[in-house]
């Protein structure tokens, strides 16, 4: 092991032990896994991360979770990725009093369709988003000062190959499956056509294997942030941010995103809905850089894993939201038969739901069995 590796897995360790007092390490095989009543946060650091543009970041760190035990032989490990706006935290608690567990705890856990006596389950955070990964917000060892707008441009390719670093440091050899929604299903697909041997299977659900929108429409979202007083160019960070803003794109996502109708059963009327929608965006709107957002933005726009549909060697299963604005049903048969016409063992599931894009967590027994089956026909 050289010098670098082996100081990119003592960072895991320390990582790992300064967070919390539990665990003893960094989720390897030697080490009791982390009950999914006290998850831990942990970050990965390493160092001189070259980035598809050629730029290099001299300090890239990851922040991610772990779930399950990992093997011996470093081979049952599924990687799980999140959306856009999301972190990491998809299931457990980091304590038995925590108000909610992490977004997929129907779905990751003992005897569940991810199941965690079978898989070391890591979810990792988002290169360039705001929890706890390297982005605008970091400070630039070079300058000792915020990157700020000045942030690198990073691509879908830069995300998982930063994925894949972590994983390495971890001792994971090689995928059982990589899971993820949304903009973690464009992930799902970019690992599919970037790292074409390293997975057995991924799970890309309620998203598709190319970006959408413009270039137009990251400029947009940087003009809509600019007439906010305290944008400054993007360097709003000692201005106290942009909360107002925010809070108003978050309540627009979280609406076409079909949060008021899964709110409806327990807030009948429209005004309990806004206001509990309301309660929700405005926690999110003071920790989430909108720099992180336009980083992460253009890496969608930019992204498309379609055009290398012929390298993918793994299963796919293909999931879409009956109700989903986002990516609505309409394209899936374009994308099945692109993957049928590249030889890709490829199966389709539509979730029967009026929850729209964030129907997966809530619906999970809607299509949870049929994941299950997925990812245990891959270590068969």
């Known amino acids: 092991m050289t010098s670098r590796a082996l100081l990119a897995v003592v960072t895991v360790f320390l990582a790992a032990c300064t967070v919390a007092p539990k665990p003893d390490g960094n989720g390897s095989a030697m080490l009791a896994p982390d009950s999914m009543e006290s998850v831990v946060k942990r970050t990965f650091t390493t160092y001189g991360f070259r980035l598809q543009s050629g730029k290099t970041l001299p300090e890239m760190t990851l922040a991610f979770e772990t779930y399950g035990r990992l093997a011996p032989d470093g081979r049952n490990a599924i990687l799980v990725t999140h959306g856009g706006t999301g972190g990491q935290h998809m299931a457990g608690k980091y304590s038995p009093t925590d108000r909610a567990p992490g977004g997929w705890d129907t779905l990751i856990g003992a005897g569940k369709a991810i199941d965690t006596n079978k898989y070391f389950v890591v979810s990792s955070n988002v290169l360039g988003s705001s929890y706890g990964s390297t982005a605008p917000a970091s400070i630039n060892p070079a300058t000792g000062k915020r990157y700020g707008p000045d942030f690198p441009e990073i691509s879908m390719h830069d995300i998982v190959t ?72 993007g360097w709003h960070y000692d201005r106290g941010g942009i909360p107002d803003t925010l809070t108003t794109l978050r309540i627009e996502t979280l609406t076409r995103y079909g949060w008021n109708e899964i709110l409806a059963e327990k807030f009948p009327t429209q005004a309990e809905r806004d206001a509990e929608i309301r309660r929700r965006a405005e926690p999110w709107a003071k920790e989430f850089d909108p720099n992180s957002m336009v980083t992460m933005r253009r890496a969608a726009v930019r992204y498309n894993a379609e055009k290398d549909f012929s390298k993918i060697r793994a299963k796919v299963l293909y999931v879409i939201s009956r109700s989903d604005k986002l990516f609505p049903p309409s394209i899936a048969p374009d994308v099945m038969d692109k993957l049928a016409k590249a030889g890709v063992d490829a199966k389709y599931l539509e979730i029967d739901t009026d929850f729209g894009h964030s129907a997966t967590g809530v619906e999970w027994a809607k299509w949870g069995p049929t994941l299950k089956a997925f990812v245990e026909g891959l270590s068969k």
Do not use: C
Request: aromatic share 10%; charged share 20%; hydrophobic share 40%.
């Open 162 to 233: 930063a994925q894949r670093t972590l994983l390495r440091g971890l001792g994971v050899h090689r995928l059982v499956a990589v899971v993820g929604p949304s903009y973690g299903g464009y992930q799902a697909f970019q690992w599919s056509v970037s790292y074409p041997d390293d997975m057995a299977g991924i799970a890309a659900v309620i998203t598709a294997p190319r970006g959408s929108g413009k270039e137009s429409d990251v400029q947009a979202l940087v003009d809509r942030f600019a007439k906010d007083p305290n944008w400054n160019g």
